[in-house]
């Protein structure tokens, strides 16, 4: 499972460390792949999103906020 991260790099998103993921559901079968806690697979679409390049990376999430990029 994948979210798609609305950042542009993957250098803005480890800039949002501290604060709520900005993503998009990606699920087609209608069940909400975000968690708040635990390590999440994102990526940013280019052509979904129309914001930057594309990227992929984990992001760990404590408590609803981000707390590490990789």
């Known amino acids: 499972m994948t979210l798609i991260a ?3 790099s993957k250098k803005e998103c ?3 460390i501290g604060q ?3 993503y998009m559901e990606t ?3 209608g ?3 975000y968690r708040e806690n635990g ?3 994102v990526a940013n ?3 979904i999103t129309h914001l930057g390049r594309e990227w992929f990376g984990q992001v760990t999430l404590r408590d ?3 707390v590490k990029v990789t």
């Open 6 to 8: 609305r950042y542009p």
């Open 14 to 16: 480890k800039a949002a």
């Open 20 to 22: 709520p993921l900005h």
């Open 27 to 29: 699920s087609m079968f």
């Open 31 to 33: 069940g909400p792949e």
């Open 39 to 41: 390590t999440l697979t």
């Open 45 to 47: 679409r280019p052509h």
């Open 64 to 66: 609803g906020l981000i």
